[in-house]
């Protein structure tokens, strides 16, 4: 079956360490992958979309990595800081254009 | 600018009643998107339209939920004589083409509690 898995236990760092979260995909052939931040009692925010022929992206202290031999892509927050604490989502695009998300992993950056 | 503008924010309904929450999409959108996503849950596919065709619709319940986006106006989600299992967050998101390889941009969200 089709499956998407994320970090399943809450992540926790010190401020100023390299944040890694893992979102890991079975069956599925997604063409990209996109990874969004969400806060507590709030909608999702995009943060970075990554092509299957792109190997890695940067925006800011954000960089994402996509291996689809692995079947996995990898989120690293660099400089953490403790407003980076919030939970991440990946996302890959399902059958029809639709968005199929992950579980989500918590991140919390302790100052 | 607006963004994708969901209402209500919180909805109440008792057992057996109706709840009906829209949403407008960004400005020019005509993709929109519905999720569900439980408490310490991620957010589950429910339906994608586009204006006047519902275009996949394989995560709704069979029974009691539909959903429209009509030529003028909201797309709205409509869930009939709720149950206590269907309280959740509802997100609305959508997108100026369709989503493969496109940003989608989320709404805030309508928290419906069933009582």
């Known amino acids: 079956s089709q499956k998407i898995e994320q970090n399943s236990e809450a992540l926790n760092i010190q401020e100023g360490k390299t944040a890694t979260l893992t979102c890991n995909y079975t069956n599925y052939s997604p063409a990209y992958l996109q990874w969004y931040r969400q806060d507590p009692g709030r909608g999702p925010v995009f943060l970075l979309l990554?092509?299957?022929?792109?190997k890695e992206k940067r925006k800011e202290r954000l960089k994402v990595t996509f291996d689809t031999t692995l079947k996995q892509s990898l989120f690293h927050i660099t400089a953490s800081q403790p407003a980076d604490s919030a939970t991440y989502l990946c996302?890959?695009?399902?059958?029809?254009?639709?968005?199929?998300f992950g579980p989500g992993t918590s991140l919390s950056v302790i100052p | 600018n607006a963004g994708v503008m969901q209402n209500p924010r919180h909805l109440v309904r008792r057992r057996g009643q109706e709840a009906r929450l829209r949403c407008s999409p960004v400005?020019?959108?005509?993709?929109v998107y519905w999720y569900r996503q439980l408490p310490e849950e991620g957010l589950k596919f429910m339906v994608y339209l586009q204006k006047e065709n519902i275009i996949d619709e394989s995560g709704m319940p069979k029974e009691r939920f539909s959903a429209e986006f009509p030529k003028e106006g909201p797309s709205i989600l409509r869930i009939q004589q709720v149950v206590r299992g269907d309280s959740a967050a509802y997100f609305c998101a959508s997108s100026p083409v369709r989503a493969s390889g496109n940003t989608i941009y989320f709404g805030e969200g309508s928290w419906l509690t069933v009582v």
């Open positions: 990554i092509r299957e022929n792109e």
């Open positions: 996302a890959l695009d399902g059958d029809y254009d639709k968005v199929i």
């Open positions: 400005k020019g959108h005509s993709h």
